[in-house]
C-alpha cells in the first residue's frame, strides 16, 4: 500500500473515530460540575467554537453537558458499561479518561506514540486502542490493550494492513477493521474478529467494499457497521458468524459510526444528509429514523456516537 493511500485512508478513520471550569493538577485535568451519567446516556464530540469537545446527553438528546474545553479536537468517547468513566483520544495522539462521580480527568500512561479509538471491555477492567505508527516511507497501526489497575500495556493484534476501530463482542472477542488494499489500487476495509482465549483472528466478511466501524449487540448477538458496499456509505448489521446480512439504511447520505442502545433495540449514527454531520437514531430493524438535536435549533457539526 503506497504512502498516501495510507495517509489518507488514516485521516478518514480518525475523522470518523468543555471543562466549563477547568483546574490543571499534577495528576491531570479535574472538572467541576460533573455527575454519573445517567442510563441511557451518549457521549459524543461536536464542533462548537473552534475545535471538536467532548460532550454528554441523555439518548434523547436533552441535559447536554460540555465535558472538555481545549484547543485540540477531542475524539472517540467510549463510555463504561457502568456509565462512571469515559475513554477517549484527543488530536495530540493521547488517550485520557474522565471519572463522571469524582470530576477528574487523567491522561494515561503510555509509551510514547499515537494513540486513539479506545474502547472498554465489559468489565471495566481494560481498554483496547489503536496504536499508529508513521514514517516517510509506511504507516502501520496496530491494536493495544491498556489494563486500567495496572497500567500494562500490551500489543494485542498485530497483522498485515492496518487495524482500526477495535471494540469488544462479549469479554474474549475483539471485532476490528483491517485495511488492505484491494483490486487495482483500491484501498478497502474489512471485519475480522480476534478470539483472545485461542489468539486466533478470522474474517467476518469477505467483501471489495470498506466494512468498519463495527459494534456488537450482546442481546441481539448481532454486529452493526457503516459499508459502502452499494455506493455510498450505509448502516448494515451482520450475525456474529458473518451470516444473514441486513441493510438499515439506503439513501445518497453516508451513514456511519453505528453504536447500539443499551437493550440492542435502536443504534444511534452520524448522517449527513443535511449537509452536516448529525446524530440520528433508527430501529433494529430499520423502521423510525429519528433526528437527535441536543443543540436546538443551532447547527452545530457530531459524530463518534457512544450510547450506553
Same mark, same amino acid.
Given at each position: 500500500?503506497?504512502?498516501?493511500?495510507?495517509?489518507?485512508? /488514516?485521516?478518514?478513520?480518525?475523522?470518523?473515530?468543555?471543562?466549563?471550569?477547568?483546574?490543571?493538577?499534577?495528576?491531570?485535568?479535574?472538572?467541576?460540575?460533573?455527575? =454519573?451519567?445517567?442510563?441511557?446516556?451518549?457521549?459524543?464530540?461536536?464542533?462548537?467554537?473552534?475545535?471538536?469537545?467532548?460532550?454528554?446527553?441523555?439518548?434523547?438528546?436533552?441535559?447536554?453537558?460540555?465535558?472538555?474545553?481545549?484547543?485540540?479536537? =477531542?475524539?472517540?468517547?467510549?463510555?463504561?458499561?457502568?456509565?462512571?468513566?469515559?475513554?477517549?483520544?484527543?488530536?495530540?495522539? #493521547?488517550?485520557?479518561?474522565?471519572?463522571?462521580?469524582?470530576?477528574?480527568?487523567?491522561?494515561?500512561?503510555?509509551?510514547?506514540?499515537?494513540?486513539?479509538?479506545?474502547?472498554?471491555?465489559?468489565?471495566? =477492567? =481494560?481498554?483496547?486502542?489503536?496504536?499508529?505508527?508513521?514514517?516517510?516511507?509506511?504507516?502501520?497501526?496496530?491494536?493495544?490493550?491498556?489494563?486500567?489497575?495496572?497500567?500494562?500495556?500490551?500489543?494485542?493484534?498485530? &497483522?498485515?494492513?492496518?487495524?482500526?476501530?477495535?471494540?469488544?463482542?462479549?469479554?474474549?472477542?475483539?471485532?476490528?477493521?483491517?485495511?488492505?488494499?484491494?483490486?487495482?489500487?483500491?484501498?478497502?476495509? &474489512?471485519?475480522?474478529?480476534?478470539?483472545?482465549?485461542?489468539?486466533?483472528? #478470522?474474517? +467476518?466478511?469477505?467483501?471489495?467494499?470498506?466494512?468498519?466501524?463495527?459494534?456488537?449487540?450482546?442481546?441481539? &448477538?448481532?454486529?452493526?457497521?457503516?459499508?459502502?458496499?452499494?455506493?455510498?456509505?450505509?448502516? /448494515?448489521?451482520?450475525?456474529?458468524?458473518?451470516?444473514?446480512?441486513?441493510? +438499515?439504511?439506503?439513501?445518497?447520505?453516508?451513514?456511519?459510526?453505528?453504536?447500539?442502545?443499551?437493550?440492542?433495540?435502536?443504534?444511534?449514527?452520524?448522517?449527513?444528509?443535511?449537509?452536516?454531520?448529525?446524530? /440520528?437514531?433508527?430501529?433494529?430493524?430499520?423502521?423510525?429514523?429519528?433526528? +437527535?438535536?441536543?443543540?436546538?435549533? #443551532?447547527?452545530?457539526?457530531?459524530?463518534?456516537?457512544? /450510547?450506553?
Amino acid at each position: 500500500m503506497s504512502f498516501s493511500h495510507r495517509r489518507v485512508l /488514516w485521516l478518514m478513520g480518525i475523522g470518523f473515530a468543555g471543562f466549563c471550569l477547568v483546574t490543571l493538577g499534577v495528576l491531570g485535568l479535574k472538572v467541576r460540575g460533573i455527575a =454519573e451519567a445517567p442510563a441511557g446516556a451518549i457521549a459524543f464530540v461536536a464542533y462548537r467554537g473552534d475545535s471538536w469537545n467532548l460532550f454528554l446527553m441523555s439518548e434523547a438528546g436533552s441535559g447536554v453537558r460540555q465535558l472538555t474545553k481545549t484547543p485540540i479536537d =477531542e475524539r472517540a468517547p467510549a463510555l463504561s458499561q457502568d456509565r462512571k468513566v469515559i475513554a477517549y483520544s484527543n488530536s495530540n495522539g #493521547e488517550l485520557w479518561t474522565v471519572n463522571l462521580t469524582n470530576d477528574r480527568h487523567v491522561k494515561l500512561n503510555l509509551p510514547k506514540g499515537f494513540y486513539n479509538s479506545p474502547r472498554w471491555s465489559p468489565d471495566g =477492567e =481494560e481498554l483496547v486502542f489503536v496504536a499508529h505508527e508513521a514514517t516517510a516511507q509506511s504507516e502501520d497501526a496496530d491494536i493495544l490493550s491498556y489494563q486500567m489497575k495496572t497500567g500494562k500495556v500490551k500489543t494485542v493484534i498485530k &497483522q498485515t494492513g492496518i487495524q482500526m476501530y477495535p471494540t469488544f463482542a462479549g469479554r474474549y472477542r475483539i471485532l476490528y477493521s483491517t485495511a488492505l488494499v484491494g483490486p487495482g489500487t483500491q484501498v478497502i476495509q &474489512q471485519l475480522w474478529s480476534y478470539d483472545l482465549q485461542k489468539g486466533r483472528a #478470522e474474517q +467476518l466478511l469477505m467483501s471489495n467494499a470498506n466494512d468498519m466501524q463495527p459494534d456488537y449487540s450482546r442481546g441481539r &448477538q448481532r454486529i452493526a457497521f457503516a459499508s459502502n458496499k452499494e455506493g455510498s456509505f450505509d448502516l /448494515w448489521t451482520v450475525d456474529e458468524q458473518g451470516h444473514n446480512l441486513q441493510r +438499515l439504511t439506503s439513501d445518497p447520505a453516508a451513514e456511519t459510526n453505528p453504536c447500539w442502545s443499551p437493550d440492542g433495540s435502536r443504534l444511534v449514527f452520524v448522517s449527513n444528509r443535511s449537509g452536516q454531520s448529525e446524530l /440520528w437514531t433508527i430501529r433494529a430493524d430499520g423502521q423510525d429514523m429519528k433526528k +437527535l438535536s441536543p443543540f436546538g435549533v #443551532e447547527a452545530v457539526p457530531v459524530k463518534d456516537p457512544d /450510547w450506553k
